[in-house]
């Protein structure tokens, strides 16, 4: 039986479905949530190891309106990502309402919201036409927004509340270029647009269009000038949400960008030159603020910021270089983000079980952790090697197909950048490890955590590591450089 | 190497290889003994910990085992330690010529008997065989304290009697060897094992003469490693033979005998590099400065003569210049040694700068072998022989002041006269030294070199005035009164640190007979120094070569026509002394203050410490530049932090402007995508701009 | 019931400068219970505009999503009765650093001018003289009160006053983007087909929904804030004691 998109249809909103459900009973052990939910992983699976004869692609009729879809490896892969790490942050929240308190209501909360996540997600990813793109992307924020919401104190409320306003008028931002798109094209799927942009030479209206809803992506997903709304948000929110929020959530839009990019100004060196700074600034911004953070959840944030910074060296090394270059570029991109993906989820939920466990939120609380909390902060460790970039991690195979990409392409800034991001990222690592590794200080209390939290986030960021030594396997799934 | 390759020696004639075995395992066996002794003492000097150690044992048992060992434990030196050096005397006179290859040793052992070797073993072994029987002796008050339970003694007397067969051992080897390596191991072992042996007391004077010694002998093992390495790398010789022929066509020869000359030239005692010389010797036990002197500085002498293309024809022009510089430095050794140890006060000071003089004059000798290398046939033999009588004279006379200052039951007359035969024999005037004179004037006169004969006889003026000061110091110390009981050897033996006080009880009434080990070893020393000539020519040429003459004009007495000739600087030199001693005696103390012994070692250890201070007080500078460097970092590194935290108060900043970057960003990359567009568009128009025009 | 676009009528003039005057009002006016009233008026003209342009059930919508469930949650939110305590009605907080102002202007007028470039670009050289036709008229208005909106959103602190801000900065983003697929465009690149009406106003219904959602969640965080934290800004200041 080969995947229909009734299959994806049902993809798309059984994890809705679920939500809902949970929402009614909240579900308190993970073994349930398991059983529940594991289908929805293996399906995803199934679709990605179904795509043998080429990608899925169709329309959707709803009276007058015609909607794009389309299902490639590269939307597979991250479909199957997505799944994968819900499921492990509902595992987790499973987890994690036992051991702390947490409203019962905003608990109920959370599973539908993280239903609508999973299913703007779905739509961001197979979407094939502007329309679909923006109902993702918007379902998608407004869930992130609630699920950040959830603990409800009033550092969690203005960080919110920023986050809020701030995705929704940068929202409108991208509201606007789509317009401007639109009176431009007349129509709104990327396929046919791709088309036409392959053969017309990009005219001014696009540009500004593309700067427009750029400018909102970038916002969305917290790129360098953009990017304050982030930390504060991860300060105060729930481990779990936190996890896909920093692994999913902000991904959603650089994915986004990149697809329009690539198809509407594929040739645009000096934009894509300017994306490329931007993220060199984000990389090195995230970093020092990293090293200078103050309470763990943030440090682990401010590495998202420059993470993130990362992948937008795709748009400089895809621009305008030779079929090999932007080969390897694509390739270390999508290995950066799902690599980042799982590490991020993985140091978020150790951060979380470090945090919960000692009581402390800043840095100085950790003392005394690498005796009593020795699985956590090991989990800790390994994601940070994929984050530095050490071998055999996702993170090391992306850095060095960049840096030979760089190397290729005479683009030797992009080095310097990666050398200087890893060596801030090992400066950040080895301080929370430092102060882990403290043992003069004062004997505390410790909160015993259930194994199973601990094992889902080194089960992740096994995971990571893993997915640099297999990187192989999910790489022959990527349609070469182009347009999807 | 030599031409004294007659007919083998006559009498019974033994298998080589087990006499040389013997020779060499001996001394380590008895070396052996001794650490096993001191071991064994070490439990004993712990009961405790031989009672845990024998748990299973009843007391009783283990009482009566300790006892015997306890005997010799107490009193290291007994006859069979003495004994070291028998098996090697017998090698010289009953063993074979010929050679051992060892397959399995080091590099591949090559160990060789021939005339040279058979005559540098003979008297090595002799001489080392007397102050062994003369050390039981002169330690005899020691070893009777050890007995009585002095832990020092004790340890002290192991000490030695381990290190004696080692050094002897070492001294052996260097003998026999032929490949390098063995000859090197056995030179390296020589050296170290004697430190013991030079700090024995363990007094100031003692740490101070170690001192010199192992610097000095340090800097030496360098310069011989570094020639050895050298030349047998450049020329990948394995032996000494090829070592020689290596160094004389090699391209840098020069540079590799250089330094094999320099580092040998410290245990020959070269001006220059001798300052271990009278610093060790006066302050060694007496046994052990007469074979450092007699034996162990001829280990210099046998390594110029292993490694050096003497008198081989074809050698490289430099080496004339190596030549000049060995006479050169071995004149001038041997005048200098002579003015300043002719104002020490020490005997074995005087007797030590005299060995430096006398090797002066062997190199000088020597340096021949590179300037007149047709002379050196006739010249090698004569300086075997200036070494043998040198070493044999040099150790009487060593063991002769530890005599004068404890005489045996004899007439003063006879004593004295026994004690002057050795000095004049040093001095030219009689027997070894009267034969030596001659034949080096007639071998020098062959050799045309007049100059350097007229040289060495002003120079022998030098060794009659140092004889005669030695004489005079020991004549001064004489203990008058020999029948007090305050005359112990022990004061003796810390002459060299008068201000200690006498510790040890004196001495046993029975050691000051004629047959007590110590006179009877410093008796035959003497008789063996004059009798030189006789067996020497035996053990050189056999009797064959005796008897055909072939010798006799080499080692025979002088005619009474030459004596004159020969005689003149021992009566110029007894006048010399006469005037001096006489118009000097009031500033001769003095002037040992002022001219003390070690001469340059004084200026250069002060150099040394003041260099020492001036490293240190750079070093604590340097410290302290760097805790200002350290710490102006630091501060650097609180600034950059603080300024990293100022930049992390950006991010309010970027926080609240966030609208406003929204509007930047978009409008930023708008401005970026459309003027790169347009610029794209002027360059497209350039172009086909420039295309129409072409 | 359709006005001719042809031909621009006096009473889309009428309209557009209600439109911007209520825009003003509902952004400038201190007592915010009166702002907020001035923007369920200004939703109830919108949705008199999409009826003009031709979209009944995008007024509709606008009356029920707009006016009446997003005005009244607001409202609500300075009078409604309910546990927390409400908002004071009258806006105290002090604008923002005047320093800054210029620079505000700046980019807000370039960005109009960018937007206004575009558009001309889209609609033809014809946009600039006096506007032909309804559509171009209320696109025009669009972008005004866009530019209001933004303006109002960077320089104000309260938070239901930006709450507000956003809300008129979507409408005019969608009267902008009305104008941009009206029936009968001037479009530079000549497209065959005719513009896809049904998921433009697709993207304005959602456009719209997300506006409610985000105004609703917004202002229940906003009286969750001023509950726990007794602030109605962002950053914690004590408005009434500026010179501290």
């Known amino acids: 039986m080969s995947p229909t998109p009734l299959h994806l249809l049902w993809l798309l909103f059984a994890p809705l479905a679920l939500g809902l459900l949970a929402w009614v009973r909240p579900p308190r052990h993970s073994g349930l949530v398991l059983f529940v939910a594991m289908p929805l992983p293996l399906v995803a699976l199934w679709l990605l190891l179904g795509l043998d004869d080429g990608p899925m692609a169709g329309q959707l009729a709803l009276g007058p309106l015609t909607l794009h879809w389309r299902l490639d490896g590269l939307a597979a892969l991250l479909w199957l990502l997505t799944q994968l790490l819900l499921l492990a942050s509902a595992l987790y929240a499973a987890g994690y309402v036992r051991t702390t308190t947490l409203g019962q209501r905003a608990y109920a909360w959370l599973w539908p919201l993280m239903g609508g996540l999973a299913l703007g997600l779905g739509l961001i990813w197979i979407a094939a036409d502007l329309l679909l793109l923006y109902a993702g992307l918007e379902l998608m924020g407004l869930c992130a927004v609630g699920m950040m919401l959830l603990p409800g104190n009033a550092e969690a409320l203005t960080a919110g509340l920023r986050y809020l306003l701030f995705a929704l008028v940068g929202s409108l931002t991208w509201l606007l270029g789509i317009a401007l798109l639109l009176g431009a094209w007349g129509r709104l799927d990327l396929a046919g647009m791709a088309g036409l942009a392959s053969v017309a030479q990009p005219d001014p209206v696009t540009q500004i269009a593309v700067a427009l809803l750029a400018s909102g992506l970038l916002l969305k997903g917290a790129i360098f000038p953009l990017h304050s709304w982030l930390a504060p948000v991860h300060g105060s929110a729930w481990t779990p949400v936190s996890a896909i929020h920093g692994a999913l959530v902000v991904k959603a839009s650089f994915f986004i960008l990149l697809l329009l990019w690539r198809a509407l100004l594929p040739e645009a060196i000096a934009g894509a030159w300017a994306l490329g700074l931007l993220g060199s600034l984000a990389v090195l911004w995230g970093g020092i603020q990293a090293w200078r953070a103050v309470g763990l959840k943030q440090l682990v944030a401010w590495s998202t910021v420059g993470q993130l910074g990362y992948l937008m060296l795709a748009f400089p090394l895809l621009a305008g270089t030779s079929a090999a270059v932007a080969l390897m570029a694509w390739q270390a991109t999508w290995l950066q983000l799902a690599g980042h993906a799982l590490a991020k989820a993985a140091m978020f939920m150790a951060a979380g079980n470090l945090l919960l466990s000692t009581g402390a939120h800043r840095l100085e609380g950790l003392t005394g952790t690498s005796r009593r909390l020795p699985l956590s902060l090991m989990t800790f460790g390994l994601a940070a090697v994929t984050l530095m970039g050490l071998p055999p991690s996702a993170g090391f195979t992306a850095k060095w197909l960049w840096l030979q990409a760089s190397l290729a392409s005479g683009q030797w800034l992009w080095v310097v950048v990666l050398a200087l991001g890893s060596l801030l990222s090992a400066i950040y690592v080895f301080r929370v490890l430092r102060c882990s590794f403290v043992e003069d200080a004062p004997e505390q209390a410790f909160r015993s955590l259930p194994l199973g939290m601990e094992l889902i986030a080194l089960v992740l960021a096994l995971a990571a590591i893993g997915l640099g030594l297999a990187a192989g396997w999910p790489l022959s799934f990527l349609a070469p450089v182009g347009v999807p | 190497m030599t031409e004294l390759s007659l007919a083998p020696f006559p009498l019974l004639r033994l298998p080589l290889a087990p006499l040389l075995f013997a020779a060499l395992l001996w001394p380590l066996l008895l070396g052996l003994r001794a650490a096993l002794g001191a071991t064994i003492g070490l439990g004993q000097l712990r009961p405790h910990l031989s009672r845990s150690l024998n748990k299973p044992l009843n007391q009783p048992l283990s009482q009566p085992l300790s006892h015997p060992s306890s005997q010799s434990l107490h009193r290291p030196l007994d006859w069979l330690w003495i004994s070291a050096p028998l098996p090697a005397l017998a090698l010289a006179v009953l063993g074979p010529d010929g050679s051992l290859w060892l397959e399995a040793w080091l590099l591949g052992g090559s160990w060789e008997l021939d005339d040279q070797r058979r005559l540098l073993l003979a008297f090595s072994a002799l001489l080392w065989g007397l102050a062994g029987c003369y050390a039981r002796g002169y330690f005899a008050a020691e070893q009777a304290q050890a007995a009585a339970g002095d832990t020092d003694s004790r340890a002290r007397l192991l000490r030695f009697a381990l290190f004696w067969p080692l050094t002897l051992c070492g001294n052996l080897l260097l003998l026999v060897a032929e490949d390098i390596a063995s000859f090197y191991l056995g030179f390296a072992l020589m050296t170290f094992s004697a430190y013991p042996l030079v700090i024995h007391s363990g007094s100031r004077e003692a740490r101070t003469g170690g001192l010199a010694y192992l610097v000095m002998a340090v800097l030496g093992e360098g310069m011989i490693l570094a020639g050895l390495l050298w030349g047998a790398g450049t020329g990948s010789a394995l032996t000494l033979s090829e070592l020689r022929a290596t160094l004389a066509t090699a391209d840098m020869g020069l540079w590799m005998g250089l330094l094999l000359w320099l580092g040998f030239g410290v245990k020959a005692g070269v001006i220059g590099l001798h300052l271990w010389l009278p610093l060790a010797h006066p302050v060694a036990p007496t046994p052990a400065s007469a074979v450092l002197s007699g034996v162990m500085i001829k280990a210099g002498l046998v390594g110029w003569l292993s490694t050096l293309p003497l008198g081989m024809a074809g050698v490289d022009e430099a080496f004339h210049w190596l030549g000049l510089a060995m006479l050169t430095a071995g004149l001038i050794g041997a005048f200098a040694a002579a003015l300043w140890g002719v104002a020490q006060h020490n005997p074995k000071a005087v007797l030590a700068y005299s060995s430096v003089s006398q090797m002066g004059m062997i190199a000088a000798l020597i340096a021949l072998g590179l300037l007149q290398p047709d002379s050196w046939p006739a010249l090698s033999v004569l300086v075997l022989f200036f070494a043998a009588h040198h070493g044999l004279s040099k150790g009487a006379l060593f063991l002769g002041v530890g005599i004068s200052e404890q005489s045996p039951r004899l007439p003063a007359w006879l004593l004295w006269t026994l004690l002057i035969l050795p000095a004049l024999s040093l001095a030219g005037a009689l027997g070894s030294g009267l034969i030596a004179k001659w034949g080096t004037k007639k071998a020098l006169d062959a050799a045309g070199e007049e100059t350097l004969a007229v040289w060495l006889s002003l120079a022998a003026v030098g060794t009659t005035l140092l004889m005669a000061r030695a004489l005079w110091r020991q004549w001064r110390q004489w203990p008058r009164k020999r029948h007090m009981p305050g005359s112990s050897q022990t004061s003796q033996k810390h002459h060299t640190s008068p201000r200690l006080p006498s510790q040890h009880a004196p001495t046993a009434a029975n050691d000051r007979r004629l047959l007590a080990p110590m006179p009877l070893a410093w008796l035959i020393s003497v008789l063996a120094a004059l009798s030189l000539p006789l067996w020497f020519s035996l053990l050189a040429g056999g009797i064959e070569g005796v008897l055909s003459g072939q010798l006799a004009d080499r080692f025979a007495w002088p005619p009474l026509s030459a004596l004159p000739a020969l005689l003149w600087p021992l009566g110029l030199g007894v006048l010399l002394s006469v005037v001096f001693g006489w118009s000097l005696h009031r500033v001769a103390v003095r002037l040992s203050h002022w001219l003390p012994a070690g001469d340059l070692w004084w200026p250069l250890a002060f150099c040394g410490r003041w260099l020492w201070h001036l490293v240190r007080r750079m070093l604590r500078r340097l410290a302290a530049l760097q805790s200002g460097w350290i710490a102006w970092w630091v501060a650097r590194e609180r600034d950059g932090l603080t300024g990293l935290d100022t930049l992390t108060r950006a991010e309010g900043w970027l926080r609240r402007q966030l609208a406003l970057l929204l509007l930047a960003v978009a409008l930023g990359l708008a401005a970026v995508l459309l003027l790169a567009d347009v610029d794209h568009d002027i360059q497209r128009w350039r172009q086909t701009h420039g295309d129409a025009h072409h | ?244």
């Not at chain 3, 005005?71 to 927390?84: D, I, P, S, Y």
């Not at chain 3, 807000?108 to 575009?118: E, F, P, Q, R």
């Not at chain 3, 014809?126 to 506007?131: H, K, M, Q, T, Y």
């Open chain 3, 1 to 244: 019931m359709t006005i001719a676009p042809a031909a621009v009528s006096a009473a889309a003039w009428v309209l557009v400068s209600l439109l911007l005057f209520l825009a003003g009002f509902c952004l400038l006016h201190r007592n915010l219970w009166r702002a907020c009233q001035g923007f369920v008026a200004f939703a109830l003209l919108m949705s008199l505009a999409w009826l003009v342009l031709g979209s009944p059930w995008l007024a509709l919508a606008e009356a029920l999503l707009g006016a009446l469930l997003t005005g009244g949650t607001l409202l609500w939110t300075l009078r409604g009765r309910g546990a927390l305590p409400r908002l004071a009605p009258v806006d105290e907080t002090p604008r923002r650093a005047r320093l800054s102002a210029p620079l505000r202007w700046l980019l807000i007028l370039s960005w109009l001018g960018l937007s206004g470039v575009a558009l001309v670009m889209l609609l033809g050289l014809d946009a600039l003289s006096p506007p032909t036709s309804t559509s171009t008229l209320l696109t025009a208005t669009g972008v005004l009160i866009m530019g209001l909106g933004l303006w109002a959103f960077s320089a104000q602190r309260h938070l239901l006053r930006r709450l507000l801000a956003f809300n008129l900065l979507g409408s005019g983003v969608f009267l902008l983007l009305a104008g941009v697929a009206a029936p009968v465009p001037v479009s530079m690149i000549a497209h065959l087909e005719p513009a896809p009406i049904a998921e433009v106003r697709a993207l304005i219904f959602i456009g719209l929904v997300v506006a409610l959602l985000g105004s609703v969640l917004g202002a229940a965080l906003l009286l969750q804030l001023h509950a726990q934290a007794g602030q109605v800004t962002l950053t914690p200041m004590a408005p009434r004691h500026p010179g501290r």
